[in-house]
């Protein structure tokens, strides 16, 4: 016999749930308003493994490995859209959705062309999808699956195949462009291929000037930046391009450092080596960009993509989104996972609702701990350690108090009422003097 909660129950655990976190200085209505507010782009892709709706003859030549063959694949973008609608319903917050070029949609009165033609008007069907649902959408130009790939793409040595690609992806800087403007909000458009080789070529050099020239080409396609985010994302290998990557992280992190006025790093926690983490690489390039994108995902092994758990790494993600405040902007969160040997719309779901566990774990961590109630005494603010003042950019001051209370380091702002918890190690930090910090150079 199985449990089946009721609305009253559910209520009830989180009433007892929001006593004890309340106990420890975590305010979780707080941390619902902000999860409330974040936006996590769902992948189109989940629910029809990685086909598109390229009906010509010789459109789509799946390259791509997705194993199994579970029934219910979206054949139509009826079908998709209607599987979307209720991995939709099923998942709360603020959702957007991520689309491929190759999800254009093709009718009588808008007929087939080849991507390097594509239009805003094959994705109108889309933007009457999302603004009837309130959504955003990211795009991606669709740099796999076509007979023009030699196999490669953006890196081909072939003038006019590489002509064919670039012009593909300035399609979809307008595409991203259409979909910012008619929804209201920043469309990620991230550029990946999987140009490669399957052994070590005599040429590691050539190829990568290629492609940075394309892609530099494809970004002189006029666009408002604060619209439409290009990205650039890596990959370590893939099937077929197991020695050698043109796209590698050191390249494409390169090109997004020396562009940032027109592109933005992309990461998916599936390209990199099995012994490094994205969690630790977030802080690293916030440090440096203003703007980061993120592909989420569950690798095994490798690349595999595998639905996202509430996974330890996961949580480590979203602790660092948080704790480096990128969900005032600075990290665009998408889904980047399909697995066909389970039910699709289950896999989307459990996804989604594992990443937004994760946000919500993090938003109710200690080291983001805000309350409006607190014992001022209890937490020390009768006389504080120390304060520091702080200057703005613009010449203006405030003023912050550090006391230390029964449980651990608090923190408040001048003009504001709020007690912040701090980590002991902030306050350890700027407990320094001179001579610590001459010591420690």
């Known amino acids: 016999m199985f449990y089946t909660p009721t609305d009253d129950s559910i209520l009830e655990g989180y009433q007892n749930a929001k006593a004890v976190y309340a106990s420890l200085g975590l305010d979780t209505e707080r941390a619902l308003a902000q999860f409330e507010k974040v936006g996590i782009s769902i992948h189109s892709w989940a629910g029809d493994d990685v086909t598109g709706f390229e009906t010509h003859e010789g459109g789509v030549h799946s390259e791509n490995t997705v194993t199994g063959n579970y029934p219910g694949r979206a054949r139509t973008p009826k079908e998709l859209m209607t599987d979307m609608d209720k991995v939709l319903s099923l998942c709360p917050g603020t959702k957007k959705i991520n689309l491929h070029a190759s999800y254009a949609i093709f009718d009588e009165e808008n007929p087939w062309v080849d991507r390097d033609r594509l239009e805003p008007k094959h994705f109108k069907k889309w933007v009457d999808f999302c603004k009837a649902r309130g959504l955003g959408a990211d795009f991606n130009p669709t740099f796999f699956s076509h007979p023009k790939c030699d196999p490669l793409t953006l890196a081909s040595p072939n003038e006019e195949t590489r002509k064919f690609w670039v012009e593909h992806g300035k399609a979809c800087i307008r595409i991203s462009q259409y979909l910012a403007e008619e929804l209201g909000q920043p469309c990620t458009m991230n550029i990946w291929t999987g140009d490669g080789f399957k052994d070590v070529p005599a040429d590691r050099k050539g190829p990568r000037d290629?492609?940075?020239?394309?892609?530099?080409?494809?970004?002189?396609?006029?666009?408002?930046?604060?619209?439409?985010?290009?990205?650039?994302?890596?990959?370590?290998?893939?099937?077929?391009?197991?020695?050698?990557?043109?796209?590698?992280?050191?390249?494409?992190?390169?090109y997004a450092a020396f562009n940032r006025e027109k592109c933005i790093p992309l990461m998916d926690n599936g390209h990199y080596h099995p012994t490094e983490v994205v969690s630790d690489k977030i802080p690293a390039l916030l440090a440096f960009f203003p703007e980061i994108a993120l592909h989420i995902t569950r690798p095994i092994r490798w690349d595999s993509d595998h639905v996202v758990l509430f996974d330890d790494e996961t949580k480590e993600i979203c602790k660092e989104i948080v704790r480096c405040d990128g969900l005032d902007g600075r990290v665009n969160i998408a889904l980047d996972y399909f697995d066909a040997s389970i039910n699709r719309i289950s896999a989307w779901t459990v996804g989604f609702r594992n990443v937004e566990k994760a946000l919500l774990s993090a938003l109710c961590t200690y080291a983001t701990a805000q309350t409006t109630d607190a014992d001022l005494s209890a937490c020390g603010f009768d006389a504080p350690v120390f304060t520091a003042v702080v200057t703005n950019e613009d010449g203006s001051t405030v003023q912050l108090a550090y006391a230390c209370g029964t449980d651990g380091w608090y923190l408040q702002v001048e003009g504001d009422t709020s007690v912040y918890t701090v980590d002991t190690s902030t306050v350890q930090a700027l407990l320094l003097t001179e001579n610590d910090l001459k010591t420690q150079e």
């Open 210 to 254: 290629r492609y940075k020239a394309s892609i530099d080409e494809i970004l002189r396609e006029p666009y408002d930046f604060k619209l439409v985010k290009p990205c650039i994302e890596s990959k370590v290998f893939g099937i077929g391009v197991e020695a050698y990557t043109v796209g590698s992280a050191e390249f494409a992190l390169s």
